[in-house]
């Protein structure tokens, strides 16, 4: 259950409105949102002074008073999570973003930021005290106590469960089923899994495809998957080494590669690293042929034979990239490694860089965007007139007052919003090569250690063995006459 706390803020407005959107807690500002007022902390301040003078008659950094009670100017909330793996930062984000609105309504001037700088993910959300309606926000223990239940409603809707007790563990209809037929549930998603990454792109567009076929996925540390008529989420983990999201962007991505690396070609170059990575598949390959490797099909319509199986696949897949970045030698695969890794740290930080400035070019273009729908509508409210101000006003501080000058705007926005896209997929290829390298880095030293194979093997003997344990109250359950005793008498 997130836990809402609320400060009122008599002054230092501007110092509250830093530390809430200070970029190194809010992943460079991208964590960082605003409503009805821009999202970097000195066009904030000024949005809000200009509100507050105008419906309370009072100036907005007026010092405390020295005796009696100070007036509020904003309210400073705080939404705190408890640590769960299944919560990411966009997520806690779009929680808050949609409690806000939920909460204060449209005219509500507002900043909201996600700090992932604790052990724990939690948004600081700082309101003006008078809405640009001229309605007043008042913070006591019954304003609490509704805010509570909305941001509990709002959890509830995301998913997110408010209640710490534990219920105890039913059966539906359909799993009932599916036990009593003994299909188990990881099979059915570790087969439909297979299926789709064969034709995936990408692993959002699995996930895209497993969303329409009615799979639920819960992103996070321990990210999950619930089948349709599935009454809990599976953990991918357990599913298996190669269903991770890490292990099945690399599968994607390798699927593309498998074939076009040849054995003889390997040979004939006569790299080391080729080389002990074709030795490796030539054992697998012979272990299938001989049938003393457990099946792990990677198409369960096609027979098990070398090149349909899950391990052999992988291997040559790596071997592929191997050969497609020509690398010789271990050596050069940890120098690409770093090499790689230091062009995403470069990208994040440039994109951490510009973050703030998208920010701003995009809050003067929603303030363009207002005066344009503002402007000539009939009959504003007072909402609407004060916003229309509010965003003159803005544009003016940044010069900003003829339609040329929006113009301009806009195609520097578009500028920004280009290098943004051009940096986020930057950001996300080097990460997934680093990891790619990562894992044939790992696959390498396994060999070096020269009991790759069996260690392999191994592993496929526990995760059988798990599976059986698993599916062992199944058939007890379905067969619980045939292990009696007195059955076997009457026979």
């Known amino acids: 259950m997130p836990i809402l706390k609320s400060i009122a803020i008599h002054d230092n407005v501007k110092a509250t ?3 809430i959107l200070n970029p190194d807690k809010t992943e460079g500002q991208y964590l960082c949102n605003s409503h009805n007022c821009f999202s970097n902390a ?3 301040y000024m949005n809000m002074k200009y509100i507050y003078e105008h419906f309370s008659s009072h100036r907005f950094n007026e010092p405390l008073a020295k005796v009696g009670k100070n007036r509020v100017k904003a309210i400073h909330y705080i939404q705190s999570f408890k640590p769960d793996p299944n919560l990411t930062p966009e997520l806690v984000h779009r929680m808050g973003r949609s409690f806000c609105r939920m909460a204060f309504g449209d005219n509500v001037q507002m900043v909201i930021a996600t700090h992932v700088d604790k052990g724990h993910l939690h948004n600081h959300i700082l309101i003006n005290t008078y809405g640009a309606d001229g309605h007043k926000y ?32 039913g059966m539906s209809y359909c799993e009932w089923k599916h036990n009593k037929q003994g299909t188990s549930w990881k099979e ?3 087969r439909e899994i297979d299926t789709l990454v064969l034709t995936s792109k990408n692993f959002d567009e699995l996930a895209g495809t497993l969303e329409e076929k009615g799979y639920a996925i819960r992103y996070g540390e321990r990210t999950a998957i619930r089948a349709p008529g599935q009454k809990y989420f599976t953990n991918l983990k357990t599913l298996g080494d190669n ?11 390798w699927k593309d590669d498998m074939g076009n690396a040849s054995r003889d070609d390997v040979y004939n170059k006569g790299h080391v690293l080729t080389m002990c990575f074709a030795g490796i598949i030539s054992q697998l390959a012979k272990r299938v042929v001989d049938g003393t490797k457990r099946e792990k099909k990677r198409d369960e319509d096609l027979p098990y034979l070398p090149h349909n199986d899950r391990d052999v696949f992988q291997l040559c897949a790596q071997l592929s990239l ?10 050069e695969v940890e120098a690409k490694i770093e090499k790689t890794r230091a062009e995403h740290d470069k990208a994040i930080a440039e994109f951490n860089a510009i973050t703030e400035e998208h920010h701003k070019l995009t809050d003067l273009s929603d303030q363009w965007d207002n005066i344009c729908e503002l402007e000539d509508k009939p009959d504003k409210t007072l909402a609407d007139r004060m916003k229309l101000s509010l965003a003159r006003q803005s544009l003016s501080r940044h010069g900003i007052s003829s339609p040329d000058d929006a113009r301009r705007l806009e195609l520097r926005k578009r500028e920004y919003d280009e290098r943004i896209y051009e940096l986020q997929r930057k950001i996300e290829d080097s990460d997934n090569l680093a990891k790619a390298l990562q894992e044939i880095a790992d696959t390498y030293n396994g060999i070096s250690k020269g009991d790759y194979v069996d260690k392999l093997l191994e592993r496929e003997n526990v995760h059988e063995e798990q599976r059986l344990k698993e599916s062992t109250p199944e058939k007890q359950q379905s067969e619980p006459v045939q292990n009696s005793p007195n059955k076997l008498k009457r026979r």
């Open 138 to 169: 008042n913070d006591n223990y019954t304003t609490r106590r509704e805010l509570r239940k909305i941001s509990d409603g709002v959890c509830l809707v995301f998913g997110v469960p408010v209640t710490e007790a534990k219920c105890k563990r």
């Open 243 to 253: 269903y991770t999201i890490n292990n099945l962007k690399s599968r994607i991505q």
């Open 322 to 331: 191997i050969n497609r970045l020509n690398i010789h030698s271990i050596g």
């Open 17 to 19: 409105l830093r530390y």
């Open 42 to 44: 000195e066009d904030a």
């Open 188 to 190: 059915r998603i570790r």
